[in-house]
């Protein structure tokens, strides 16, 4: 019998050259022959993002486009990767930078519903949080949303309407969208939207935290109903709503570190009269 075996691939470098010796004793599919030789590179040559080609060091390459699963950059796109790409879903990230950072305006909650799975984006591609404009003016007069008045207490009614969906109704009079949500609040502060051409005028406003915690004297506060006058239908004695100042476009905000409907902490009562801030549509482009 003819025995047949592999030696496992030796190389042995020469004067800018290497020998390759593999399978049959010799390099031959024979018993005789010298070993092969050839021009094998040292290293293999650095690739070239934007190519089209997935090539060494490339997790994908898409000509130097950003696409629904690759960045830009030939990396995978992925939520974390401080990367904003619209095609993945992604209208915020996790960054340094404030207005892109996920941390700020919470992973779930940002506008246009931000860091979506790669592969399956919205409908539509999402905005990019720092190319919109959020703050679009106050209601203080729930008679006639569009004229100022004196403010409005938590209790919130209009054309039939009551709570959130009423203030919602409010703002779209004065040609908003929505009640702006704390976020969208601090959203705007970094744009400095309340001291543009249309600047927030100096009193109080209900803050309207339903997405995002906030340290309290040390202590963590989650959003909830009971600082938010009961989500606007107020509610006796048993809650308070969260507020904040503005006084030349400087916002000092007065939060409540207990947030559950029956707990007082003297941040200021429902029946109180405060301005309501309206936000324009998530996506609606500078």
Same mark, same amino acid.
């Given at each position: 019998?003819?025995?047949?075996?592999?030696?496992?691939?030796?190389?042995?470098?020469?004067?800018?050259?290497?020998?390759?010796?593999?399978?049959?004793?010799?390099?031959?599919?024979?018993?005789?022959?010298?070993?092969?030789?050839?021009?094998?590179?040292?290293?293999?040559?650095?690739?070239?993002?934007?190519?089209?080609?997935?090539?060494?060091?490339?997790?994908?390459?898409?000509?130097?486009?950003?696409?629904?699963?690759?960045?830009?950059?030939?990396?995978?796109?992925?939520?974390?990767?401080?990367?904003?790409?619209?095609?993945?879903?992604?209208?915020?990230?996790?960054?340094?930078?404030?207005?892109?950072?996920?941390?700020?305006?919470?992973?779930?909650?940002?506008?246009?519903?931000?860091?979506?799975? &790669?592969?399956?984006?919205?409908?539509? &591609?999402?905005?990019?949080?720092?190319?919109?404009?959020?703050?679009?003016?106050?209601?203080?007069?729930?008679?006639?949303?569009?004229?100022? +008045?004196?403010?409005?207490?938590?209790?919130?009614?209009?054309?039939?309407?009551?709570?959130?969906?009423?203030?919602?109704?409010?703002?779209?009079?004065?040609?908003?969208?929505?009640?702006?949500?704390?976020?969208?609040?601090?959203?705007?502060?970094?744009?400095?939207?309340? +001291?543009?051409?249309?600047?927030?005028?100096?009193?109080?406003?209900?803050?309207?935290?339903?997405?995002?915690?906030?340290?309290? !004297?040390?202590?963590?506060?989650? &959003?909830?109903?009971?600082?938010?006058?009961?989500?606007?239908?107020?509610?006796?004695?048993?809650?308070?709503?969260?507020?904040?100042?503005?006084?030349?476009?400087?916002?000092?905000?007065?939060? !409540?570190?207990?947030?559950?409907?029956?707990?007082?902490?003297?941040?200021?009562?429902?029946?109180?009269?405060?301005?309501?801030?309206?936000?324009? &549509?998530?996506?609606?482009?500078?």
């Amino acid at each position: 019998m003819r025995c047949r075996y592999v030696v496992v691939a030796v190389l042995v470098a020469c004067g800018g050259k290497v020998a390759v010796e593999s399978g049959l004793p010799g390099g031959q599919s024979g018993d005789d022959g010298p070993p092969s030789t050839g021009d094998i590179p040292d290293s293999e040559p650095d690739a070239t993002c934007g190519n089209g080609i997935v090539e060494v060091n490339e997790e994908c390459d898409e000509a130097g486009d950003d696409t629904a699963t690759c960045d830009a950059d030939c990396t995978l796109a992925e939520c974390g990767d401080g990367y904003i790409n619209a095609l993945a879903g992604e209208c915020c990230e996790d960054s340094a930078e404030p207005l892109v950072s996920c941390t700020d305006y919470q992973w779930a909650n940002c506008p246009c519903g931000c860091c979506s799975e &790669p592969g399956d984006p919205p409908d539509e &591609p999402p905005c990019d949080p720092r190319t919109v404009y959020t703050f679009a003016g106050v209601v203080s007069n729930d008679g006639d949303p569009s004229t100022p +008045g004196d403010g409005l207490t938590g209790s919130w009614s209009f054309s039939g309407s009551l709570g959130i969906a009423a203030g919602d109704e409010m703002c779209v009079m004065i040609g908003a969208d929505h009640v702006c949500r704390y976020h969208e609040i601090l959203l705007a502060q970094s744009k400095d939207e309340f +001291g543009g051409s249309s600047p927030i005028a100096d009193g109080t406003y209900w803050a309207n935290r339903v997405t995002q915690s906030v340290d309290v !004297d040390g202590t963590p506060s989650p &959003p909830g109903p009971g600082a938010r006058c009961g989500d606007w239908l107020a509610g006796g004695a048993t809650v308070e709503g969260e507020w904040f100042e503005a006084s030349n476009t400087a916002l000092t905000f007065h939060f !409540d570190p207990d947030t559950a409907i029956g707990s007082i902490q003297g941040i200021g009562g429902c029946g109180e009269q405060r301005g309501i801030v309206c936000c324009f &549509p998530e996506c609606l482009e500078r």
